[in-house]
């Protein structure tokens, strides 16, 4: 236990540095704030890489087996007995991956903004709002428990929506942050309602009882069925809802591009490499619980996976804003991620999905995070975000440009490079699940390779654009991540992750399946072949290509209209249709009513109030009146 | 002497003070530091109470003292305190606290404002010190009395219908509550055979299933148009939008918490069958208010409306968790009570701040606020994320122990019912995320707002004191669970009982 004590610094750091940057910072020096923000996430990376070397070297596994280790574990909230929201700290191989993952990347983000947002007049705000991240991100791969996972997952949630309104004075900005802080709350609510059936029939939030094999006490909720589907079914696919909605699983992806709006830095942290794939995680953390319990979720996540990751693929083709290519690439390549999970088994050498998904995880988190810096370096530089504006800049930008370069490699899974051995594993394991989604990933791997490059051609080859002024490399905080990020890149798939990842948390051994690598090495070549024809030197043939696809080729640049979709059902139905009756039901019928009554009250006393009217004749006369039909009727009723 | 009375004491002697104060200034920092000192009374009542509990004494209600009031009826004037009251009398305190420091500037009959607003504040205090209904309805009644005047002369807009409206409805309620305490009076027999309007006399008397039948919905709707029960909440939106800022705290913060606090303390209490025969129709009632609020909010232009709408989603939570009739769903609602009370008298003020610069409550005449005052705009955004339940501030607390507490129902119909209330967990996202995207970001609409000035320091302490117990709260939940969660025990009790 007390061996991994130094581990509560990790997450606290980060929630200390936000609160004394976001209290004092403008009292400093905006650099002030840069300086200790990155200086507490560098501390916070070797805590980190000091965790995994312990883990996976050291005192991680026993008899072969890697164990979580639970250094902190604290009530929060006790509602009854034992049943209680913990705030803790879980170590087991895919947390502690995750946090070398996080911090590695937060830290890189952390310096190379020290260059991107100089001079910006909200420094201090950006880097305690990265700091709020950080903590948050950190929190959610540390949970213990999956409430707590919800706790830091709403968090997550709020900081990127802070980070992507950013600019907070663009409209654009403000709509893409509500935007994605709505849509993920939608997909949230469904998740925590999976939570509450979850824990309703297990007494419990705790993943190290929920996903023991053995003794999970979901086993107890088999056979109870609602509408048909077994409750631990609606469970899980509520609870991958949530999921779906954080990695931007189609239909829940329309945030995501938009998300772009945000400062380059924050898109490389949040929305490539660390918070959109919390929901590749939490599908991994409940692996067991889908696995065994709800196999047709399972098979249902593979589908979504490997129907968003095509799906992605081909918008990307059509984008021009390069910010917007690159997510949709990151789309596309987290698909891949849920796929692989979604085909994985369990149990020695059928686990291979489920490694290569956390082994895809970490690869693409450097070489996208170093895509979008590289991309932030760019954009720095020629003041645009359209690869139409860019060409030719591989003469004023080197560094960038080989890093660039190495990036895209990875990604189009050239061999020998980090993207190359993970593909390669979700590849094996979709070919031995399921041969349809074996060949949806190995054409998206061929497209893959395609829009990247063409990407690569559009920006740093072709002809020079009319810039403002000479485009100049970006200074050295800035390409120091880059070319460290390559070094990731590159070499990331060197390491022995079939020892350290499986569902089962005993090592694999896993060899290269040539068979399969080479057939997807070589359409990811024929992808850069093409995009080399189309695009390294300017001709006619793309906007060709273009006219001769016509509608097809608007309805994908236009995103398959979903956004539109989304804006119908939301604007038309849910505010016109609900929102402007309610309102105007509230005031006219409901209050109208209240008003009513008043109306009748002091009408009817207008009416009679002249009765009172102070003359005596006039009460004498209605006295005798009335006493005379008074004994009229009397006489009447008693005869 | 029993040092719960000085929470009544306080604020009169402070009244008093400010009838002999001289000047504006002295009206100020009289009333300033009689709350001050009501503040330090609760806090020090919230601690005694805790130690009193640890020295292991159990009764449902401790400091009690009891003075026979008049004979013939059996009144009494008798007061006590369980952890929800005294919570409540903390959260009265700081509201209160807060309320003062946002009226600093109050334009004219200063010292007959603070005078009624303080009169105000007594007679929800001594509400909460109350165990005989007779004294609890004194109080109720003094509390409502001011709030008429407040809105009356110190309001805005049409402030003469909207003061009216708002004490007529609540006076409606109040004639429902004098039936229903009559009906418990006179047909709850006590093991003596002699009738009482104690509490927790009462409480131990039989009281017939038909009269339980017939006298709750009279003490429950009675309770229930001050907790703005839907369709009985329409006094809130006018009465709020003429209200002066102070007076809106005050209400929303803690006036419409005596209506959850008696729907629970008297109605299901002490006519539990009633209340569980009951209580479908009233979770239909308020599930529906919950989502109904929050989608009226989305419409509204008006940021005292919003509020308004946003306050009937959320005291619909209220009632929905206190009618799931499970202790943590029931500990839940108290907590939203608290939550919901110190987030929305945050609200008030912020909008009272913003009004005072810019002279509108429309979203869409302003705009890029946070740009110009960043005080303000900033701690209006974390009302807001309170207000949607971000973790770590006290709306979130609430809600999840009322949802995760009205799921352990096992029927159907209480699932159908909690997940449509958590649906409004998106709806309220979008629209206190479309107030803030409106009000405080975006380009500046007015070229005058440049040179709108920032918090100035009463109106820091104002908004700091309710935000640091908003975080303190969401921060560290489980001690004010653990406090509610107890006193709740002989409430669970007595509803188990008849099942």
Redesign the interface.
């Known amino acids: 236990m007390n061996t991994f004590s130094y581990t509560f610094l990790i997450p606290i750091l980060p929630l200390l540095m936000f609160l004394f940057i976001g209290l004092t910072g403008h009292k400093f020096k905006p650099i002030v704030s840069g300086v200790i923000g990155t200086v507490s996430l560098g501390i916070v990376t070797l805590l980190s890489y000091a965790t995994a070397i312990q883990y996976f070297w050291g005192v991680g596994k026993i008899d072969e087996v890697f164990q979580t280790i639970i250094p902190y574990n604290y ?6 007995g034992n049943f209680k929201i913990s705030m803790g700290i879980l170590l087991d191989p895919i947390s502690v991956m995750m946090l070398v993952v996080v911090s590695t990347v937060s830290f890189m983000v952390h310096i190379y903004s020290i260059g991107y947002m100089k001079g910006d007049g909200g420094f201090s705000r950006f880097f305690s709002f990265l700091s709020l991240f950080s903590f948050s991100m950190l929190g959610l791969v540390l949970a213990t428990n999956i409430f707590q996972m919800y ?2 997952w ?2 997550v949630g ?1 900081s990127s ?1 802070l980070l992507i ?1 950013y600019y ?4 654009s900005a ?2 893409a942050s ?1 935007k994605a ?2 849509v993920t ?2 997909a ?2 469904g998740f ?2 999976g939570i ?2 979850l ?2 029939y297990t007494g419990t939030f705790d993943f190290g009882v929920l996903t023991n094999p053995e003794t999970t006490p979901v086993a107890s909720m088999t056979g109870i069925t609602f509408m048909g589907v077994s409750v631990v079914s609606w469970a899980m696919i509520l609870i991958f809802a949530g999921g779906a909605g954080k990695s931007a699983m189609f239909p829940l992806h329309i945030w995501l591009p938009d998300a772009m709006e945000g400062p380059t830095p924050v898109s490389a942290l949040i929305h490539a490499a660390t918070m959109v794939v919390a929901g590749v995680y939490l599908v991994a953390r409940m692996f067991v619980v889908y696995h065994f319990y709800a196999p047709g979720v399972q098979e249902l996540i593979g589908y979504v996976g490997g129907f968003t990751s095509l799906f992605a693929a081909i918008i990307a083709i059509t984008q021009f804003d390069i910010k917007r290519v690159l997510a949709f690439s990151t789309l596309s390549q987290i698909g891949y991620m849920m796929l692989a999970l979604g085909v994985s088994g369990y149990g020695a050498e059928h686990g291979v999905g489920y490694m290569a998904s956390m082994f895809h995880l970490f690869t693409h988190a450097m070489f996208k995070a170093l895509l979008f810096l590289g991309a932030g370096s760019v954009i720095h530089a020629v003041h645009s975000n359209y690869m139409y504006d860019m060409g030719g800049l591989r003469k004023y930008m080197p560094i960038t440009h080989i890093t660039f370069l190495i990036a895209t490699l990875t990604i189009a899974g050239v061999p020998f490079l980090s993207g190359f051995f993970s593909k390669d594993e979700i590849l094996v394991a979709a070919f031995e699940h399921n041969k349809l989604l074996f060949a949806i990933e190995f054409l998206v791997a061929g497209i893959t390779a395609f829009y990247m490059f063409r990407l690569y051609f559009n920006v740093f080859w072709g002809e020079d654009k009319h810039y403002h002024h000479t485009p100049h490399e970006s200074p050295l905080v800035m390409t120091i991540p880059l070319m460290i990020l390559a070094f990731g890149a590159i070499f990331a798939g060197y390491l022995p992750f079939a020892h350290m990842i499986s569902p089962d948390k005993t090592p694999m051994h896993l060899h290269l399946h040539w068979n399969i690598a080479i057939p997807s090495v070589l359409i990811g070549l024929a992808g850069i072949a093409l995009a080399w024809v189309l695009y390294k030197k300017k001709n006619p043939i793309p906007d060709k290509l273009a006219s001769a696809f016509g509608t097809f080729y608007t309805t994908v640049y236009h995103k398959f209209y979903i956004d539109e979709i989304y804006l119908f059902v939301t604007h038309k139905i849910l ?1 016109n249709m ?3 009756p ?2 105007w039901f ?1 005031r006219h019928i ?2 109208g ?2 008003n009513g009554v ?1 109306f009748i009250v002091t009408t009817s006393s207008n009416k009679i109030k002249g009765l009172q009217s102070g003359q005596l004749q006039q009460y004498a006369a209605v006295f005798i009146a009335g006493a005379l039909g008074l004994v009229l009727l009397g006489i009447y009723f008693l005869q | 002497m029993n040092i719960l009375n000085l929470v009544v004491i306080i604020p009169l002697l402070t009244v008093m003070g400010i009838v002999m104060a001289k000047n504006m200034k002295a009206v100020r920092w009289v009333s300033a530091t009689g709350m001050f000192l009501q503040l330090l009374t609760a806090v020090f009542l919230m601690f005694s109470y805790l130690a009193i509990r640890k020295s292991g004494v159990t009764d449902e209600m401790v400091m009690m003292s009891d003075h026979l009031w008049f004979k013939t009826l059996n009144i009494h004037y008798t007061i006590g305190v369980d952890g929800i009251s005294v919570a409540m009398i903390l959260l009265t305190g700081i509201v209160v606290f807060a309320g003062i420091f946002a009226s600093w500037e109050v334009e004219y009959l200063q010292k007959e404002f603070f005078i009624s607003l303080i009169l105000l504040a007594t007679g929800v205090f001594g509400f909460f010190i109350s165990i005989d209904l007779f004294t609890m309805f004194l109080y109720y009644e003094i509390a409502v009395i001011p709030m008429y005047l407040l809105i009356g002369i110190w309001g805005s807009g049409p402030k003469e219908y909207s003061a009216m409206k708002l004490t007529l409805m609540l006076m409606g309620g109040s004639a429902l509550l004098i039936v229903a305490m009559f009906g418990i009076y006179y047909t709850t027999v006590l093991p003596d055979g002699s009738h009482s309007f104690n509490l927790l006399q009462l409480a131990q008397g039989a009281m017939s299933s038909p009269a339980q039948r017939f006298f709750f919905p009279f003490a429950f709707l009675g309770f229930g148009v001050l907790g703005a029960l839907f369709p009985f909440h329409t006094w809130s939106p006018d009465g709020h939008a003429s209200a002066p800022t102070a007076v809106s705290m005050l209400h929303a913060g803690v006036l419409m918490k005596l209506g959850g606090y008696g729907i629970f303390r008297v109605a299901m209490y002490l006519m539990p069958q009633a209340a569980h025969e009951q209580a479908w129709i009233f979770i239909i009632l308020t599930s529906t208010s919950v989502i109904y609020g929050a989608f009226g909010a989305i419409w509204q232009k008006d940021l005292k409306y919003i509020n308004a709408y946003s306050s009937v989603s959320h005291c619909g939570l209220v009632i929905f968790g206190l009618l799931m009739m499970n202790q943590t769903a029931m500990d839940g609602a108290i907590l939203q009570m608290i939550s919901h009370g110190l987030m929305t008298a945050l609200f008030f003020a912020l909008i009272g701040m913003i009004y005072s610069r810019t002279h509108t409550r429309m979203i869409h005449e302003m705009g890029g606020l946070m740009k110009v005052v960043p005080f303000l705009g900033v701690v209006y955004m974390i009302a807001g994320f309170a207000s949607l339940g971000l973790p770590g501030l006290s709306g979130f607390v609430a809600e999840m122990t009322i949802f995760i507490g009205a799921f352990q129902h096992g029927d159907l119909f209480y699932r159908i019912a909690t997940i449509m209330a958590i649906s409004a967990i998106v709806v309220t996202a979008v629209y206190i995320l479309r107030v803030v995207g409106i009000l405080l970001l975006g380009p500046i609409k007015n070229e005058h707002y440049l040179h709108l000035k920032d918090a100035t320091w009463y109106e820091r302490i104002s908004t700091l004191t309710l935000l640091i117990a908003v975080a303190g709260i969401g921060f560290f939940p489980n001690w004010l669970y653990q406090v509610v969660y107890d006193s709740l025990d002989p409430i669970v009790l007595k509803l188990s009982t008849v099942l």
């Open positions: 009530t929060w909230l006790q509602f009854w706790i830091f709403e968090l709020v929506f309104g907070y004075e663009k409209p403000v709509a509500k802080f709505i709350r939608f949230d609510f925590l309602i509450l059936i824990s309703f505010f609900v929102s402007r309610v309102a509230d409901v209050d009513t209240m008043a």
